[in-house]
């Protein structure tokens, strides 16, 4: 008698997704490069956490310049400030006017020379976002 298929997560041992198991797996694997205990400090869903880590960080998100890497037609023009420049994460989350309010909004200061990385700038962003908390 066949059994039928079964979706299970393989980094965990009941084969069910925890964020917890995603973490491990991403250290297991050596691609943690960023200090990611600012993340998990955030209170915010942990889906929004993974967001945060595989999709901008990793190169995840499909931007436009990831999309043209991919030979995927798109415009040129960024989605939500409507500037003349090819998307990518740096200016989805930062240089984007629009991004600027939002952080602006949340009492976050967005670092001006964005030239160490995304990486950078995250940390920084989550390092002053975890001291406000605290106060």
């Given at each position: 008698?066949?059994?039928?298929?079964?979706?299970?997560?393989k980094?965990?041992?009941?084969?069910?997704?925890?964020?917890?198991?995603?973490?491990?797996?991403?250290?297991?694997?050596?691609?943690?490069?960023?200090?990611?205990?600012?993340?998990?400090?955030?209170?915010?869903?942990?889906?929004?956490?993974i967001?945060?880590?595989?999709?901008?960080?990793?190169?995840?998100?499909?931007?436009?310049?990831?999309?043209?890497?991919?030979?995927?037609?798109?415009?040129?023009?960024?989605v939500?400030?409507?500037?003349?420049?090819?998307?990518?994460?740096?200016?989805?989350?930062?240089?984007?006017?629009?991004?600027?309010?939002?952080?602006?909004?949340?009492?976050?200061?967005?670092?001006?020379?964005l030239?160490?990385?995304?990486?950078?700038?995250?940390?920084?962003?989550?390092?002053?976002?975890t001291?406000?908390?605290?106060?």
């Amino acid at each position: 008698m066949t059994e039928a298929d079964q979706l299970k997560w393989k980094w965990s041992s009941n084969g069910c997704y925890t964020s917890a198991s995603a973490y491990k797996a991403l250290i297991s694997a050596g691609k943690l490069q960023f200090p990611l205990h600012f993340i998990w400090k955030i209170k915010v869903p942990p889906s929004i956490k993974i967001f945060i880590v595989c999709l901008p960080i990793y190169g995840r998100l499909l931007t436009q310049d990831q999309l043209l890497r991919r030979n995927i037609p798109c415009t040129q023009n960024c989605v939500l400030c409507q500037q003349h420049v090819c998307e990518t994460a740096s200016h989805l989350f930062f240089y984007c006017s629009f991004a600027a309010r939002l952080w602006n909004d949340l009492g976050m200061s967005v670092v001006t020379a964005l030239e160490e990385g995304l990486q950078h700038t995250l940390l920084h962003l989550f390092q002053s976002y975890t001291k406000k908390c605290r106060l």
